[in-house]
DNA sequence: AATATTTATATCGTGGGCGATATTTTTGTT
DNA sequence: AACAAAAATATCGCCCACGATATAAATATT
């Protein structure tokens, strides 16, 4: 029921009406979620970089040298994914994965030149992604508004 | 600036400040729309079918009979990845793929009783999802309130 | 009517996500 | 110390997404 909104009101409505796409708040996170990647595709390309392998260099900009499982945790990803992608980005340059001192176990993922580099061509990303938000989408407080709910619904959602 | 939200607060930051993970609403979107997916598993996996699958299903348990473009532009997905999708689809017995009449370009996709069947033990999955959302979320009017926005987000980023 | 353009579908290659599983190392327990 | 349990990483297979490209049929243009 609650995940079913019909035409913007929350009302009762039969169980195949709940069926119905445009009635299903999933379907829309699902589609935003590619188009915004998508939306960053004017700047990654330039770049030579992929939507997943910029968080991961976020990640790494905030806090270089960190195991792979830190970044998976903070990207909420499974090693399963992290690891290929990490390679992929080893490959390309932009990081190299040591073994680690104190836990031979872990991969220590470190920036290298390249990847530290990549920081500074990077960082009008956000403006230039809002501001072409900004010009189809006129106010933003609305986008704004979400991001408390988008939290709780992660941290929901993410709770195993 | 605007896909910039620092604890909740809309404030001028520099631009490595924008880089950080946590100010950035797309990665929002991106995890959430992952999470939700991942929290279809339980009710999809017993039918046998992924969450994009269980979509082409929504859409023709509304409106049997469709050529592939129609399912596509329904779901805002291009033909290379609803094409292989209905093929895996049709081999699971849950549909069939037709040559059109009045225009043979067309494949028609139509349902068996199969995948016609199937709408009955899907009817109470937006039900479960919500309650389950419920369970972990507290107010949904919060997520009710997203949906205009969401909406604007996925207009403006589909024209093209 | 002949040609150019557009449309509908399909194929191929690459890069995620993720369930299942394996391996090694660390930690916890007896 | 010996053994069990947990943690960190990796590999494999499958299913999307999607850019690039191909093919055939319909439509538009000349």
Redesign the interface.
């Known amino acids: ?5 019909v035409n ?1 009101i ?1 009302l009762q409505v039969t ?2 009406e ?4 445009n ?18 595709h004017p700047y990654l390309d330039p770049l030579g970089i992929t ?1 997943p392998q910029y ?1 991961v260099l ?2 790494l ?2 806090q270089d040298k960190q195991p792979v499982c830190d970044i998976a945790k ?3 990803l499974d090693t399963n994914t992290v690891t290929p992608l990490l390679q992929r980005m080893e490959k390309a340059g932009l990081l190299t994965r040591t073994k680690g001192k104190t836990d031979t176990r872990q991969r220590i993922v470190t920036l290298t030149e390249k990847g530290m580099a990549m ?1 500074e061509q ?6 230039c ?2 501001a072409s ?6 106010s ?20 195993r």
Chains 1, 2 share one sequence.
């Open positions: 029921m609650y995940f079913c909104i913007d929350n169980e195949y709940q069926l119905k796409l009635n299903q708040l999933c379907f829309r996170l699902y589609t935003v979620a590619r188009l915004t990647v998508g939306a960053y939507y968080l976020l990640v900009w905030e903070r990207l909420m920081r990077a960082k009008h990303i956000p403006e992604l809002s938000i900004m010009d189809k989408m006129g933003v407080e609305e986008l704004a508004a979400m991001v408390p709910a988008l939290d709780k619904l992660i941290e929901g959602l993410s709770e």
